[in-house]
């Protein structure tokens, strides 16, 4: 008589609440190719502004000998008009910009939502005080406001332009945030809160704000966007002190010392920083194209 071995069944894998939930991320990033290279393209960039000037130096060599030489193993992307290393400049200025978008967007996001949160949780009183310091900030023209700052500031640190930029440009989120709130409380959870008898606080903060999560991630990241244009515009303009290096400061003397406009050779000194602008401004659209699906309930049943 002969004893079948004995073989133990394979155990079911234990899906877990956390590894279900990464499950889904990883399905809706990899459903379209663009929400993959949007990632990837934001990934590239924080890894850019955050360990490239460790490599380089933030003061750009100059070498009167190597004027507008071009790309070679050596100057990756060139030289400027003063010889200086376009990468090097384009490296070492991508930490300035990520970091006021940054500081910017945590500033906005952060008055913005509490702003809007409270304002639309309580109504009365409160809500139109709070309303109308969102107006008050809606009709701020930050333009003017940071020529007048740029005489007492040199905003040659980006916690300096980040802190302008994110005070005037909390008002949008705000807004938003109160409209999806309004909408939100009354529902039948909400009640159910009330019922209960918990705080306001427990309500606003474990209740209200998971549910507005959304809202605040894609409007920070279309804030992300406006920060990148008002900062690169205003240096292109030359309205603020050139006190650091920065996309915005290579748009401008490529254009106006280099004379990228006339001269080819100055060409690659243009492009680089205009190219690297709109890679970044690229990333964030086909990035907020996840975040839709991600927190949209009927746009992940699709």
């Not at 190719?33 to 890894?47: C, D, H, M, W």
């Not at 004027?67 to 193993?73: G, L, Q, R």
């Not at 400027?80 to 490296?91: C, H, K, T």
């Not at 332009?161 to 440009?169: C, D, F, P, Q, T």
């Amino acid at each position: 008589m002969t004893i079948a071995p004995l073989t133990a069944e394979p155990r079911p894998a234990v899906v877990t609440p956390r590894r279900r939930y990464w499950a889904g991320i990883r399905r809706v990033l990899t459903r379209k190719p663009g929400r993959v290279a949007g990632l990837a393209i934001l990934v590239f960039f924080t890894l850019m502004g955050t360990f490239g000037p460790m490599l380089y130096s933030d003061n750009l060599a100059v070498d009167p000998n190597a004027v507008y030489a071009p790309p070679s193993a050596e100057h990756w992307l060139g030289t400027d008009f003063a010889g200086s290393d376009v990468f090097q400049a384009l490296v070492v200025g991508s930490r300035y910009v990520l970091m006021t978008c940054a500081i910017a967007g945590l500033f906005a996001v952060g008055i913005g939502t509490a702003v809007g949160l409270l304002a639309g949780f309580h109504r009365g009183l409160a809500d139109s005080l709070l309303m109308r310091a969102t107006d008050f900030i809606l009709t701020i023209p930050g333009l003017p406001v940071l020529v007048v700052l740029s005489t007492v500031w040199a905003f040659g640190s980006p916690l300096e332009m980040g802190l302008v930029l994110g005070i005037v440009g909390w008002g949008g989120i705000a807004r938003a945030v109160r409209s999806q709130t309004l909408s939100l409380r009354e529902r039948g959870f909400l009640e159910a809160a009330r019922s209960l008898g918990l705080s306001n606080r427990h309500i606003l903060v474990k209740e209200l704000l998971p549910n507005l999560a959304p809202y605040v991630a894609m409007n920070l990241l279309l804030a992300v966007v406006s920060f990148v244009e008002a900062q690169v515009g205003l240096f292109f303009l030359g309205i603020v002190p050139f006190t650091s290096t920065n996309w915005g400061v290579m748009i401008n003397q490529a254009v106006f010392s280099g004379g990228a406009l006339q001269s080819p050779e100055a060409l690659m000194y243009l492009l680089a920083p205009l190219v690297c602008i709109l890679l970044l401004i690229t990333g964030v659209v086909l990035f907020l194209d996840a975040i839709d699906e991600l927190f949209n309930p009927r746009l992940r049943e699709r």
